[in-house]
């Protein structure tokens, strides 16, 4: 089955406790991408990549990294949460020659204390 | 600044009552607009890309419009299943990335 998984699914950490939330897909996409959903606010880009070993910033990249060192994971990394980004945080792909429609993990829910 | 609008914010429906959700927008050039639909506590789902102005899709009780403003989601004789969040994103010509709209949660009771 064609899937995204984003793990964990739900993460309550606190103020600068380093954490990393996984993503894989199994559908040979050349395209990754996170987004984090806020309420009033939408969905909105924080890095995407383009292929392995190519990431770019999104709309809103401070206080994360990402690295694409395998073609079908894109970890989203917080080297020091803070509580603003407590968020849903969606991880999705593409096919390279298709311009939108995205593939989307279930979510993960994090909230930073 | 490239924006993307939805309207209503939330929708409530009888059963079998047909309506529109609208998605408005302004871009500086656009590539694509797409609809999707998010159930609570699931990831968005790809339902339609829309290219160019006067295109349709359909799928069973849902048909997309575009014109050069605005697209509409129309909904047919509804069911409850089609309860769910719908939302509209853009491609931007030299983006990667898409805009999204903030969403119509619809709500159709049995």
């Known amino acids: 089955e064609a899937q995204v998984t984003q793990n964990p699914r739900y993460l309550i950490t606190v103020t600068g406790k380093k954490l990393t939330v996984t993503c894989s897909q199994n559908?040979?996409?050349?395209?990754m991408s996170w987004y984090r959903q806020d309420p009033g606010l939408g969905l909105r880009q924080i890095y995407y990549?383009?292929?392995?070993?190519?990431?770019d910033k999104g709309d809103v990249p401070e206080g994360y990294k990402v690295s694409r060192k395998e073609k079908r994971n894109f970890p989203l990394i917080l080297e020091s949460p803070s509580p603003n980004q407590t968020s849903l945080y969606f991880c999705?792909?593409?096919?390279?020659?298709?311009?939108?429609?995205?593939?989307f993990g279930e979510g993960s829910r994090l909230t930073v204390l | 600044e490239d924006q993307v609008t939805q309207s209503p914010e939330a929708l409530r429906l009888q059963e079998g009552e047909s309506s529109s959700l609208n998605c408005s927008y302004t871009?500086?050039?656009?590539?694509?607009l797409f609809w999707y639909r998010q159930d609570p506590g699931k990831g968005p789902e790809f339902l339609f890309t829309?290219?160019?102005a006067g295109e349709e899709k359909e799928k069973e009780r849902l048909k997309a419009t575009l014109t050069k403003k605005e697209s509409f989601l129309h909904i047919t004789a509804p069911k409850p299943e089609d309860s769910a969040t719908y939302l509209c994103?853009?491609?931007?010509?030299?983006?990667?990335?898409?805009?999204f709209g903030q969403g119509t949660r619809l709500t159709i009771n049995p």
């Open positions: 999705a792909s593409r096919d390279q020659r298709n311009t939108g429609e995205l593939f």
């Open positions: 559908m040979n996409h050349e395209y």
């Open positions: 990549s383009m292929n392995v070993e190519v990431t």
């Open positions: 871009v500086s050039g656009l590539r694509g």
């Open positions: 829309l290219y160019s």
């Open positions: 994103a853009v491609r931007i010509q030299g983006a990667q990335k898409l805009v």
